[in-house]
């Protein structure tokens, strides 16, 4: 039987993320400085008697964001989310530069369409399945992410008197 990894389960969103990694686990091993087997037992959230360490959670996410990784923070917006909080990037000066406040409101937006969506979806047969309720936690969390982005702009612009 094929095991489903959830995107809003820390370990599971770790190990596919690694997993992306350019050159995959081989290569996020060297890396990391440790042996792909070590590396492979850490993340496999079947075996119970590796765990990587919160600094080496830390450092896969890193490696993953620099390499380009699609969703390489998820794991720790799983983390979070287990805990009933939520986080967002927040922009940087030269990419907040580069789109205007109404292309953010716009993601903003399309966040909000994308959890009514994935809540309708869920709906539509009456029973929500664990891969529903996942994808409706990923949402929420990418809408909430968008909001809190659009909130820290609008900060840091008032404070620099943008707007």
């Avoid at 060297?30 to 042996?35: D, H």
């Avoid at 530069?97 to 937006?109: A, F, K, N």
Wanted: net charge negative; hydrophobic share 45%.
């Amino acid at each position: 039987m094929t095991r489903r990894y959830l995107d809003m389960n820390q370990h599971d969103a770790l190990y596919t993320v690694a997993r992306k990694y350019p050159g995959g686990l081989d290569a996020l091993a060297r890396e990391l400085g440790m042996s792909a087997n070590v590396l492979r037992n850490k993340l496999a959230p079947t075996i119970a008697s590796h765990y990587p360490s919160f600094e080496e959670v830390s450092l896969i996410v890193e490696c993953c964001h620099q390499a380009g990784v699609a969703d390489a923070h998820l794991p720790l917006h799983a983390m979070l989310v287990r805990h009933g909080m939520a986080a967002f990037v927040v922009p940087q000066p030269d990419s907040a530069r580069h789109d205007d406040l109404s292309q953010t409101v716009c993601r903003v937006m399309s966040g909000v369409g994308a959890v009514a969506d994935a809540v309708s979806s869920a709906l539509a047969d009456g029973v929500v399945t664990a891969a529903e309720a996942d994808l409706i936690e990923k949402e929420f969390h990418a809408a909430l992410s968008a909001l809190g982005a659009w909130r820290a702009r609008l900060r840091r612009e008032t404070e620099a008197g943008i707007h």
